[in-house]
């Protein structure tokens, strides 16, 4: 069979009534080849998954296909009835999903659900069954299969679930791939294996693969030819190296341009003393086990000792499971270091009492990873940052009219401190936790993974943003992240993580530009389309 594997041919979804627009996309065309690998790139709200979705016949309630056609093998998928395709899923046209851990069955091992897809689709006997699914999941590159196997979701890495969601994917070999965001919350290790992979399995095996990112260094790694979308539109489609380094439309242009490139600015210079110093400090975590038998200990920090000079940032750069974010919690105390200490204005918060540790907290602020679930959703935005200087002794006028300042310097609309937190979109949420955290007028802002899960162009923003805050107010930052574009454009200095150790420390230019340590190394050369991004 030649021409495309897939076509959308003027693709139209319409949202319920009371949406701020009539339509999810409107006119949407594009072509897959066999073989091929067709990035579809845009912010959130662009109609990117909801590509995917439409195509998948996996629409939410109330939003439905109603105009054009999804052509694979000779049918239109937009009018195929259910029965009919749900033969389709999975056998001609299967999906990768962005967060594997909504998608599995916590309840189901990874081999019964990855088996589940032989019972639906084909009639093989037991046995069978099982040694496909130890192919599979060999084929993606899982260590140690059999154990893999017999696993519950969560007992395997991010990487290894995002590894059992391909290996589910490809189980009945489909003629289409469609990966959605399947990297977006990988460190870049692991997503340079992933990418590596399904880069892989696409040559051996001739699948046309729709993957959707808002990531550029991605598309620069992986793609073969890019459609760009904006409001529910294809506004750009070109091959990628075309795109990437022509980009016609405004807002492709844009796009590019809010990628932040892996060479550090010139150097600010800063000052001699510390706010902050950490000083061997150890967190263990021992868990299972019975009687003191099997138990399972895990060194989460090691000895660490940092210095975080006054007005300057410290980026904590590692993989997952590195200790990045525990050691963020115990410079905050929201959980207790086993030994070393935290030395902030002469206190050592590390061995505070709570009644003490409380006080200090105007001092030290943390920005958390994840907005939503750190704003409690039945409370007003206004009321969530207007919290912190209540229980400090302020009036519940003042504390609201310091709020309403602080949404006007983050860059809000005073006006919305009446608004729930479900109201705003992830890039002003994350503006709100900044409010929040800037409330107490703290010495230090931790920020863990602040912009990971934020668009290119809303990511530039908030970077922007802190870097003002840093020179308007003076505040010093430790930056926990994974993405060491962002590291090398926010930070001053930058320690490396590895199973709890700090393995190499110094001015984020000299770290980057000259690593010492092969994990360092090793780190750098993972990040897709490296030589990728503005200025690079």
Known sequence: MTGPVLT????????????????ALQDVSL?????????????????????????????????????GRVLFEGRDLAVLPEAEMRAVRGAGVAMIFQEPMTALNPLRTIGDQIGEMFGIHADLPRQQVATRVRALLEEVRIPDPERAARAYPHELSGGQRQRAMIAMALALDPRVLIADEPTTALDVTTQAQILALIRDLQRRKGTGVLFITHDFGVVAEIADRVAVMQHGRVVEEGPAAEILQRPQHPYTRQLIAAVPPLRAPPPRPLAEDAVLTIRNLSKTYRTGGFLGRGARVTHAVRDVSLRLPRGGTLGIVGESGSGKSTLARCIVRLIDPDQGSVELGGADLAHLSRAEMRRQTRHIQMVFQDPFGSLNPRRRAGELVAQGPMVHGASRADAMARARALFQLVGLDPASVDRFPHEFSGGQRQRIGLARALALEPQVLVADEPVSALDV???????????????????????????????AQICDLVAVMKDGEVVEEGPVA????????????ALLDSIPGRGFGAGA
């Not at 959308?8 to 009534?17: A, E, F």
């Not at 000299?510 to 190394?521: A, E, I, L, M, S």
Request: glycine letters at 10%.
């Open 31 to 67: 072509a897959i080849q066999p073989g091929e690998i067709l990035c579809v790139v845009g912010e959130s709200g662009s109609g990117k998954s909801m590509t995917a979705n439409a195509v998948m016949r996996l629409l939410p309630v109330g939003v439905a296909i109603d105009g």
């Open 457 to 487: 162009s809303v990511q530039a923003q908030v970077l922007a943003l802190l870097a003002d805050l840093r020179a308007r107010l003076g505040i010093s930052m430790v930056f926990i992240t994974h993405d060491l574009r962002v590291a």
């Open 8 to 23: 959308l041919d003027r693709l139209g979804v319409r949202l319920p009534p009371g949406a701020d627009r009539s339509h």
């Open 510 to 521: 000299r770290v980057f530009g000259d690593p010492q340590h092969p994990y360092t190394r």
